[in-house]
């Protein structure tokens, strides 16, 4: 179990299979606390923190292969052959195999649309195997609700081992079915 | 805890006995240097901590010196030594062919107007050459070529991701900014604004050869030795480094500190181009300023 501790008084222990809501007043908050949770996980698991960022957050000047080895390759660095087939086996679940999985390998962010994108960035912390998943609310929506069924599976699986902390804006939605919630010091625990 | 104990002092060492992972924790209290390997060579669980007196003056200049060498220790990471060598084959290996031309003819144009116009010999041209080549021409020109081709290339690279809010996502990878993004592109700058410095003047004084003597240019290029000096080439590397690393370091600064919007990234590319040639002209005259 690890204590998830923020400067602005946030204290919340995380436990694997868990999932968390962080609680922000507005969108610019939102942001500030995914960067503080993303810099105290890090700071616990560097390069073990899965970002799931509803805009992507890919580089793109970056190919999709590198976007997905970046922060393993950086933080832990580990054969490339071990990299490569955790990512063929979570493109497997997903359905993407042969050429049409080459071609996405090698193609840049900016030419993919925005599921693709949000897909990528599940498979990145596959890849990272995840210790921590951390999630803004635009791409935890999107995984409940709109997700194709592989993808919520390969989720489910990673959100099974690791703690899920999901950073939005006001209550979450009954249909999120999130177990518990990290109250703002200043507001009641939904 | 550990307990100290009554430590025993001899020769300026001070052993203490525990284990090892406490004193790992406990001994930044003393500032010690620690000798594990002499540990797990005896094979007991005693650790030597010797003590340095000059500890103060070894802590001052780390912390000096830490703004340079924290973002070189980026480089023990495979992916920010993998953006070092892709800038310098983009910076360095691209243009080579570029600057091996512009030099040659550099060169020629150069012994030419000195042979066929102000009437000097060729030897005495090829020695006047070797010495505004290496000295002044080819680093200025090569970082002019650097800026041109790279510098915009950068800014405009950084931009990018500045409002695409990629920075933003780095950083929530837990990579930083420095060591993977600054770092490995001011190096990659400089040490490509180097060989092209150099290359560029060996062209230039192979041009002024082939132009100046012909057929028996071989007789020439066997001479060069006696027209350069250590000091010529040394300066050409020390000029090309210096031009390279403000170049490359202003390119990075007015990358990342665009404002939010798509227009920001060709607005930082052409300042990044105009900042980076005032740069090299500023740093030029204050180098003959400080040589005078």
Known sequence: ?190 | MISIGAPQTRGGLIGLAGNKNQLGADCQLFQYCMSTALCDKLQRQVIVFAVFPEAFPCRMLRRLFSPLLDPLSGLRHAPARRVLLKQIYFTGNEAALLVLLVGFALGGIVVAMLHGQYGQSQEAALRLLASLGFKEISPLLAAIILVARSSSAVASELATMQVHGEIRSLYRMGIPLGAYLIMPRVLGMTIACIGLSFYLAVAAQLGGAMLGAGAEVTYQVIEFDRMLTLEQVLTCMAKAALFGMGTSLLACHVGLRVGPYVTDIPKASSRAVVRGLSAIFVLDFMWSLWLS
């Not at chain 1, 994108?117 to 210790?131: I, S, T």
């Not at chain 1, 899920?164 to 177990?179: E, K, Y």
Request: with cysteine; charged share 15%; proline share 6%.
């Open chain 1, 1 to 190: 179990m690890v204590v998830l501790k923020l400067a602005d008084g946030i204290e919340q222990a995380l436990e694997p299979g868990q999932r968390y809501w962080l609680v922000c007043g507005h969108e610019q908050q939102m942001q500030q606390r995914f960067d503080a949770c993303a810099e105290v996980l890090n700071a616990l698991a560097p390069g073990a923190v899965g970002a799931l960022e509803g805009a992507g957050g890919l580089l793109s000047n970056l190919r999709v292969w590198e976007n997905m080895i970046l922060p393993v390759w950086y933080h832990q660095p580990q054969s490339m052959a071990q990299l490569e087939s955790r990512f063929e086996a979570v493109f497997g679940q997903l359905g993407l195999e042969g050429d049409a999985l080459k071609r996405l390998a090698a193609a840049l962010p900016p030419g993919l649309d925005r599921e693709r994108k949000r897909q990528l960035v599940l498979v990145r912390a596959y890849v990272q195997q995840a210790r921590f998943l951390l999630a803004d609310q635009d791409w935890y929506d999107w995984i409940t609700h709109a997700a194709p069924h592989a993808c919520q599976e390969v989720f489910a699986h990673l959100a099974q081992s690791a703690p899920l902390v999901v950073v939005g804006v006001g209550a979450p939605a009954l249909s999120m079915q999130l177990q518990e919630i990290i109250p703002m010091p200043q507001t009641a625990a939904y």
